[in-house]
């Protein structure tokens, strides 16, 4: 959520940069400033009748100083009311607002991303390569039919050596940011509508998110869980940074058709995924983002995978952030890049959203804190990604080095 106060002093700021993600006719600032004015209007009001009913108080009653101070307390109630209506006005007003994004983040959408640097080369075959769905067929990995067969399609199942690669990467994550001094986090998969607005997803991205009947949503990603950690907390200054890791498994409606190139295990409803994320002073947040941003591309670089790091344009990042790098690995059977990871600073949108402050030593105030995210790493797109880059001519799949160890094994090969 955004500083009222902010959009009052820094109008056409915050115009210039909500442009970037949204055409004029979707928001509209001044009604968000007059709705803030008529909120601090009627508590001037009540205020003023308060201030007359507390001097009546010490005077000697009579029947016509009582009979007025009814009709004032009538008053003070009904414009109680007015203003709990226009909060709740102004606040769906704000709730509907993305981030402002950073200086160098472009207006558009994807079409508009900016490549940053990439690593390592692609791979190259002598021999007629076979896509990631045949690998893991082929070597028993995954098995589509039955994950489809058991909850219907952007499902699957690990099988197997399929099984223990998937679980391999996700302790090789684990034991990366043990080692970095990230505190791990197990939380819970289930979150409360509160904890869905505090990351961003609610009101606008409801149906995106799965509810079970005692309006509880399966989180969508691991940062939905570790952004309300701290939720109405106020934090020690001293005690920040804070730095957590969380695995999870995410589920996602993924609305829509899938397209051709998406089939597999590259888009899917429910993934798993290691998510990195920090409670910062505002004067830290853009150096946390470079240092978790770096281990995202760390992990992957660990991998001996090709990819690259790209920065979003406005209207490709989430509505929550103000900035997002994505890690993305190349998958040659489709000719194009798929992220992994999304490193991203929210700044204070949603410690505003769920009340996450510090207490400022110097100033002696309690401030909001900045919040920021990183996948370390997603593990549904890197497995596809490996079949497809490690394999070999006779159709077996070399493990990368720093997951054998994990794994117990350094080639996957056909069964029969």
């Avoid at 990604?385 to 720093?402: N, T």
Wanted: aromatic content about 10%; charged content about 30%; overall charge positive.
């Amino acid at each position: 959520m955004l500083d009222i106060n902010q959009i009052r002093n820094h109008k056409e700021e915050v115009k210039k940069s909500l442009l970037k993600r949204l055409k004029e006719d979707d928001f509209n600032l001044d009604e968000i400033i007059a709705l803030d004015d008529k909120r601090k209007n009627l508590l001037t009001q009540v205020e003023q009748l308060k201030a007359e009913r507390n001097k009546n108080s010490k005077t000697k009653p009579t029947p016509e100083i009582i009979e007025q101070m009814k009709k004032v307390g009538e008053k003070i109630k009904e414009l109680d009311f007015i203003v709990r209506q226009t909060e709740e006005q102004l606040k769906e007003k704000l709730s509907e607002l993305p981030n402002i994004v950073a200086d160098d983040v472009v207006a558009g959408g994807k079409e508009n991303n900016k490549i940053l640097r990439q690593f390592g080369k692609k791979p190259s075959f002598k021999f007629q390569p076979k896509d990631h769905v045949q690998l893991a067929t082929e070597l028993e990995l995954i098995d589509y039919e039955r994950g489809a067969k058991m909850s219907g399609s952007g499902f699957w199942v690990y099988k197997g050596d399929g099984a223990v690669l998937e679980w391999a990467l996700l302790n090789y994550f684990i034991d990366f940011h043990r080692k970095n001094k990230y505190t791990f986090l197990l939380p819970p998969f289930l979150l409360t509508e509160a904890s869905a607005y505090t990351s961003g997803h609610l009101p606008k991205f409801r149906d995106d998110l799965y509810w079970t009947q005692d309006k509880l949503c399966l989180n969508a990603t691991s940062e939905m869980m570790v952004g309300n950690y701290h939720r109405d907390e106020v934090l020690n200054e001293k005690d920040l940074p804070l730095k957590y890791f969380s695995y999870s498994a995410c589920f996602r409606r993924e609305a829509g058709s899938y397209r051709t190139e998406e089939r597999g295990m590259v888009r899917g409803h429910q993934f798993n995924k290691v998510e990195m994320f920090q409670f910062t002073l505002p004067s830290k947040s853009w150096d946390a983002f470079e240092e978790m941003l770096g281990n995202a591309e760390k992990l992957t670089k660990g991998l001996g995978l090709h990819f690259q790091s790209s920065l979003l344009a406005a209207g490709d990042a989430s509505a929550a952030m103000a900035k997002t790098v994505d890690i993305e690995v190349w998958i040659p059977s489709m000719n194009i890049y798929k992220e992994v990871s999304s490193a991203s600073n929210g700044l204070d949108y949603q410690a505003r959203r769920g009340s996450i402050k510090y207490r400022d030593g110097k100033n002696k105030k309690n401030e909001f804190v900045h919040m920021l995210n990183a996948s370390g790493l997603a593990t549904s797109r890197l497995i596809p990604a490996i079949l497809e880059q490690f394999q070999q001519k006779d159709g077996s799949v070399k493990i990368p080095k720093v997951l054998q160890k994990y794994a117990g094994f350094k080639v996957i090969k056909a069964k029969r």
